[in-house]
């Protein structure tokens, strides 16, 4: 086993590495450093020290986008609930299409309790049963669930169509 020395070491350091890390640092001019994002002049570098500033302006954007959410409704419905936290709103258009009838209070979908609105929320839309339209309605609960109600007879329906938003929080 071979001693590595402090002379050896040194001379490592005077030969290898030192050469190297001045050669770089004779390359790149301390001064232009720019720590701040404001710097438009060519030829000036971001300083690290602003990383943490973007990222944390990177988050805020990120907590402000709104998300769509592309529910299962079943075979041949279709339909989004967007919600946008940065206005504390939630839109929702489906249609919802059935070989058999939806029933009276057909419960749809539950969404996060985060999203829910503080009180009961109605969205109006069109149904339709045996080629005749009528009203019908979603109700978005407190809870987070959206549920249809219908208004022709027994309340069923064979087709709907709804869009709205609601705020919440």
């Known amino acids: 086993m071979k001693v590595v020395t402090t ?6 350091w005077k030969k290898g590495i030192k050469p190297v890390i001045d050669s770089i640092a004779d390359k790149f001019d301390k001064a232009k450093l720019a720590n701040n994002c404001l710097t438009t002049e060519e030829g000036f570098a971001l300083d690290a020290r602003q990383g943490t500033a973007l990222q944390g302006e990177i988050n ?3 907590s402000n986008l709104g998300f769509v959410l592309l529910p299962n409704f079943g075979n041949q419905h279709s339909g989004c609930i967007v919600c946008n936290p940065a206005a504390k709103t939630v839109s929702i258009t489906l249609g919802l299409y059935s070989g058999t009838s939806f029933a009276n209070k057909t419960l749809i979908y539950n969404i996060s ?5 503080k009180n009961k929320k ?3 839309g ?3 049963k045996d080629h005749q339209l ?12 959206i549920t249809y109600y219908g208004g022709f007879g027994d309340g069923s ?3 709907m169509i709804f869009t709205g938003s609601y705020c919440y929080g």
């Open 7 to 12: 002379n050896k070491l040194n001379r490592f």
């Open 60 to 62: 805020e954007i990120n």
């Open 113 to 117: 309790t985060q999203y829910a609105p």
């Open 122 to 124: 109605f969205l109006y």
């Open 126 to 128: 069109v149904a339709q």
């Open 134 to 145: 009528f009203s019908a309605q979603l109700v978005i609960d407190t809870d987070g669930s």
């Open 157 to 159: 329906c064979d087709m």
